[in-house]
């Protein structure tokens, strides 16, 4: 199948428009000016990260909108595919909404055996990225010292991990198989969806790991968290619903949490393009990874969200620095922790080198 439109960079589209009128073997024509005739170029998106990003804020991913849950019984409901490509169009996502319009329906409701299928293979793609990425190894690189801060302030054991839309479970799954973080630890993974807990419960049970998943809201288990953690998952929160996010966590008690996300710079958008146009197969893969790159939140958004929803506990960034060629460290977390557990934690990033500290942002 081939990929949609460009969804963020009109140069491309138009290369990629010559390109595919070419006659075998002719020279590649030059690039002339748009025309009325070609699609419409994206809208002009804000831009609250900084001089030389773009973020559009309200531009909705389309598998945020493919699924929806009450938020109490966490049954699913049914969805509209009118409903989902008129969202998209209005977002100004023109190719965004014919993929959605494709998606196989009955009576205008999405076939939702067809859209699981279909958020498996996203999935499955998305942990590729991970595993290319080494995102299993970035997470202990922080959650371990936070762990051993946790065991020298005398947190009550056993200290439960738990991932907040976990997908099919590759960070829980990660940890697990690798047992670097202490016999007294316990690793969750929680989503909404279903069908990705039933595939992250028979990889784990594959593989033989001490980990478990649930389909359920992660911040009211019954066995509660010391820590949350996350990669991926809070750009998906805007304004309000981020603040809400953290507080949350709070409510819930825990100790501390930890959430990787992209972290947004001038290289970001044109390096997620690049990467998902190379590596990705699913159309909606490519639409929705460059979009996330694109709604990453900055640093200093998610420090005023966690810092407004999340009191008593005290807040930092974790290679939060964008520098002028930001290709090394792709991904930024919030940190949070008690109060109490600060030095503790520095003390044992610490020992890591000091390499490890600088990486760290002041906790307010």
Known sequence: MSPPAAVCFPYFQQIRARLSTQKPGAPPAALAPATAQEPPRPPRWTSPHGSGTLAPVDAPEISDLLVDYDPDTLARLPVRRSAVVERLRAAGRPGAARLAARLPARDDLLDEAAVDALLLRVHAELQRLSEEFDQGARVRFVLAPLLD????????????????????????????????????????????????????????????????????????????????LSTGVVHHFRGDALVSFFREQARAGALAFIHFDIKPSHLSPLGAWIFHQARMREPLSRHDGVLSALRAHAGDALLAAARAGAEGLSSALFDGHVGPF??????????????????????QLEQLGPRAVRRLGAFT
């Open 326 to 347: 930001p290709v090394l460290r792709i991904m930024h977390a919030v940190i949070g922790l008690r109060p109490d557990l600060r030095a503790r934690f520095v003390d």
């Open 149 to 228: 801060a946790l065991r020298a302030a005398g947190a009550p054991r056993p200290l439960r991990v738990v991932d907040v839309g976990c997908g099919l479970g590759y960070v829980v799954r990660w940890l697990a198989a690798r047992g670097a973080l202490g016999a007294d630890v316990e690793l969750v993974g929680c989503d909404y969806n279903r069908a990705l807990i039933e595939a992250a419960r028979a990889a784990a049970s594959d593989e033989g790991l001490p980990c478990r998943f649930h389909v359920a809201n992660a911040f009211t288990l019954r066995e509660p968290a010391t820590v949350f």
